[in-house]
């Protein structure tokens, strides 16, 4: 196992807004838990579907079991967000025979001018990953496809790439990776977004100094003109970890990570930053909420002006937003560091 630097920071680039950009207070139905959103930005406004995990306090969990419901908020500027007030999924409308138990982790990818949201679907005989079509208004979900189980976290890129649609994915292979955690990041194509295939490793999870658990997609990619820049989740385990969270003990910790994908063949990384781009910091990130030191980015925008607005979950309990400029995250990617 590698060694792990006790503390980690986010890369100097990167400028935390001030809070939370949304959290259970600005949620007009029974919300708790407002996290791992994906973002995009579609017919001049800003788009995020939010991950509500609600029911349980601190003091009832786990005896009251979480729901969970995927929320809709608009906002012209990416920052104060407004949200709707009806629910665009609850699992608590599922019936018992429904195969379907819910879905989370939603990230929005628009293609050609529409929309597509990539889920994590637990299911009654595993965990899976989706895509599905959403109507303009963003209210009606529509399953287009699901991988084989023990997949779960997907993004699609923004655009067709030598004809084919391409996803990032991170499947969970037990069996071959000694029965524990050792989870990769993988990519596939498909001509249609239900057949996939011509499936090939990105990124290796001991390719990541601060990862020892996995590593997985986190918001689409982004085109620049020297590559995809692409961020992803690391996840280190330390046993040591004491309560950090409502649960006895929470031992993972989630950072974000960078690298550059080669425009023409995203299989192959040009660079990565051997550092963190996002680290647990701030007090909503390390001392409050369900899970602490937990940073998940969906959602990822590069604006005209060159800023990069980066969303992400803290704490599986708030959404925040980091931004930096598209240059620097691409020296991160590119500089030789000692
Ligand atoms: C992962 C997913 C995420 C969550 C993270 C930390 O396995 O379930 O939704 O943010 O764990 O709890």
């Not at 601190?58 to 809709?72: A, D, I, M, N």
């Not at 590593?215 to 992803?232: E, H, M, R």
């Amino acid at each position: 196992m590698k060694i792990l630097k006790p503390k980690l920071h986010s890369a100097e680039c990167i400028i935390k807004a001030e809070k939370p950009v949304l959290t259970k207070d600005d949620i007009p139905y029974d919300a708790s838990l407002i996290f791992n959103a994906g973002v995009a930005k579609y017919k001049g406004k800003y788009i995020m579907v939010f991950r509500n995990d609600y029911g349980p306090t601190e003091k009832t969990y786990p005896k009251v079991r979480f729901k969970t419901s995927l929320g809709l908020a608009t906002s012209d500027d990416g920052i104060n967000w407004k949200v709707s007030e009806k629910t665009i999924f609850d699992n608590k409308n599922l019936l018992p025979e429904d195969e379907i138990k819910r879905l989370y982790d939603p990230r929005i990818t628009v293609i050609d001018g529409k929309p597509y949201l990539c889920m994590a679907m637990d299911t009654h005989h595993g965990v899976r990953g989706c895509i599905a079509e959403i109507d303009d208004n963003f209210e009606k979900i529509n399953i287009i496809s699901a991988s084989a189980p023990d997949n779960r976290n997907m993004v699609l890129f923004p655009e067709k790439i030598n004809g084919k649609y391409v996803r990032l994915e991170r499947p969970f292979p037990v069996y071959s990776r000694g029965g524990k955690d050792r989870f990769d990041l993988w990519l596939s194509t498909s001509p249609d977004l239900v057949f996939w295939g011509e499936t090939e490793l990105v990124l290796a999870v001991e390719d990541v100094p601060y990862a020892n658990d996995k590593i997985g997609p986190a918001a689409p990619p982004i085109k620049t003109d020297k590559g995809w820049l692409t961020v992803f989740h690391a996840v280190d385990i330390d046993n040591k970890r004491r309560k950090n969270g409502w649960e006895r003990t929470w031992k993972k910790r989630y950072c974000a990570g960078i690298m550059l994908l080669d425009l023409n063949d995203p299989t192959k990384v040009i660079g990565m930053s051997k550092l963190p781009l996002i680290a647990p910091e701030t007090y909503y990130e390390t001392q409050s909420g369900f899970r602490q030191h937990v940073i998940f980015p969906g959602g990822m925008i590069l604006e005209d002006d060159g800023e990069v607005k980066i969303y992400y979950g803290a704490s599986d309990t708030v959404e925040c937003l980091a931004t930096a400029k598209v240059e620097d995250l691409i020296a991160l990617c590119t500089e030789k560091r000692k």
